[in-house]
């Protein structure tokens, strides 16, 4: 992050603080008013806690997401709407034009710009000019730190990315199993029904009451029932043997289909695991790094300590454990079972 802003006069300066990304002129932002009215952030958790969260909403509306800095018109309209409920684009235009901000911030929002807006702030004079309170050594640190961050977040997202890849296998393996199941009940339904007619018919033919007459007639009926010739004659699916024969081809189909799908989510799961085990050990890599930038930048940088502090938090989301390990045992339990 930059110390100082490139520029001849305070405009040119907003301009290239603009030109950060919402990261850093979150940061910037924070670190000016850290201990300075009216925002006096360092003693407002509620107001640090809004100032990230506009710096994400914008982040999550940029094409260019982390790497952006300002919103086209279209965007920046969608992100008042969301974010400032009383400000709208017409308003946030005539302040604009009131507090002399660049022409372009009728046009494209930096998060800069937003904030002046939205705070009130009319002149940017102290923001632009303010001193970014780090020394040497707690700029080390916080380089350090933000490398490890910025590492995490990637290693984080990938695992989140590979989590979401592989609970869309196992999705894909669940429907395959349905359709398994779904086939061979039809199957026992289908035989379930021939197994009664055919032990209806036999009870008739073995019960020695019943005429001469009846009995023959139940014998070619159970004939008619074993070969499916009448069944075929009237369209009758459910003694049908060529349905059945069908059906049990489809069946065979459907459980190589599962077996590949539980290969395929198998895998995945286990590029799952492999991607949030590289996360957690860059997750406890930062955590003691951060522990010790916090005890060693007391009065120094203290809105970036915090803003990073908040990051971690966020990255900590993507690191539950128990939807990873409970995707591995599900499918390694499918997998066994299966013996493929």
Known sequence: MVAILDGDDDA??????????????????????????????????????????????????????????DLEQFKAHQFLEKNDKALTWVKFGQVVKEYKLPSDAAKRVALTEFLLVHYKIKGYKYLVNAVQNVNDEVQKRLDEMKA????????????????????????????AHAEVR?????????????????AKLQAIIDDDSMSQVKRMKAKHELMDLKNGSRAKRKGLKDKDPDWLRTAKIKQKA???????????????????????????????????????????????????????????????????????????????????????
Request: glycine share 4%; hydrophobic share 40%.
């Open 12 to 69: 040119k300066k907003l301009e290239d603080l603009c030109t950060l990304k919402y990261e850093h002129q979150a940061k910037w932002f924070i670190n000016a008013y850290w201990n300075v009215a009216p925002l006096n952030l360092g003693k407002n958790k509620d107001e640090l806690e809004k100032i990230y969260t506009f710096a994400q909403n914008m982040m999550e509306m940029d094409e260019d997401k982390r790497d952006g800095c």
């Open 148 to 175: 490890k961050m910025d590492d995490l977040q990637d290693k984080a997202e990938a695992a989140a990315a590979a989590k979401k890849e592989a609970d869309e296998a196992h999705d894909e393996q669940k429907k």
């Open 182 to 198: 779904r086939i061979l009940d039809e199957i026992k339904k289908h035989q379930s029904g021939l197994e009664a007619a055919a």
């Open 254 to 340: 459907a459980v190589r289909r599962e077996k590949a799908a539980t290969k395929v989510a198998a895998t995945a799961a286990g590029i799952a695991a492999e991607a949030k085990y590289a996360a957690d050990s860059a997750l406890e890599d930062v955590q003691q790094a951060f522990a010790d930038l916090q005890k060693n930048s007391k009065g120094s940088g203290e809105g970036t300590v915090w803003w990073m502090g908040r990051q971690l938090q966020d990255m900590k989301k993507y690191m539950s454990g128990k939807a990873f390990r409970a995707l591995q045992r599900k499918t390694e339990k499918k997998m066994a079972k299966m013996k493929v």
